[in-house]
T-cell receptor
């Protein structure tokens, strides 16, 4: 069964304190791994797509990396505005018509 | 961002009443999806559509039906709402297969069934 597991469930950081979020997956024939950001009361906002092991994508203080079994979202020198829930997802089947989501990591950054 | 709107944004209804949620997109995306999001479960697929009048079930489809009569609109109907359907519902869209697998989400509808 295809699964996506995110850890930790919650992470509290001080402003400027770098850390990483983990997303591990078990799916046959990976057709991409996606990271989303979700703010309270809003829909998930697409951040990155990673397609192959070794690939990296960056956006401001965020960098996503991918291995054959997991992905990391590295947050460098976070700011309070980076506080949100971060979700990762993989396509569920060959046609890629649905995504399987992890339960998310809720990040809180305090000043 | 894909132009996706959902209506209503908030709704309170009573057990046993029918409820219809609407998703409207302006991006001409082929695929549309309905998810529900609950604490401890994350986002789960209810139904999806791969074209006008073409729909299929997702992981948690019991008690829900969908319709898509136009490319831009995807309706989710709860035939007889139950308290277990209290949730936040998100619509998402995706271009055709050639456009990649990432999905784009609407702002959500918070539904409370009393």
């Amino acid at each position: 069964e295809d699964q996506v597991t995110q850890s930790p469930e919650a992470l509290r950081l001080q402003e400027g304190e770098s850390s990483s979020l983990n997303c591990s997956y078990t799916v046959s024939g990976l057709r991409g791994l996606f990271w989303y950001r979700q703010d309270p009361g809003k829909g998930p906002e697409f951040l990155f797509t990673l397609y192959s092991a070794g690939e990296e994508k960056e956006k401001e203080r965020l960098k996503a990396t991918l291995t054959k079994k997991e992905s990391f979202l590295h947050i460098t020198a976070p700011k309070p505005e980076d506080s949100a829930t971060y979700l990762c997802a993989v396509p569920a089947n060959q046609a890629g018509t649905a995504l399987i989501f992890g339960k998310g990591t809720t990040l809180s950054v305090s000043s | 961002d894909a132009g996706i709107t959902q209506s209503p944004r908030h709704k309170v209804t009573e057990t046993g009443t029918p409820v219809t949620l609407r998703c409207h997109q302006t991006e001409n995306h082929r695929y549309m999806y309905w998810y529900r999001q609950d604490p401890g479960h994350g986002l789960r697929l209810i139904h999806y559509s791969y074209g006008v009048k073409d729909t299929d079930k997702g992981e948690v489809s019991d008690g829900y039906s969908v319709s898509r009569s136009k490319t831009e609109d995807f309706l989710l109907t709860l035939e007889s709402a139950t308290s277990s359907q209290t949730s936040v519902y998100f619509c998402a869209t995706k271009p055709g297969l050639a456009g990649g697998y990432e999905q784009y989400f609407g702002p959500g509808t918070r539904l409370t069934v009393t």
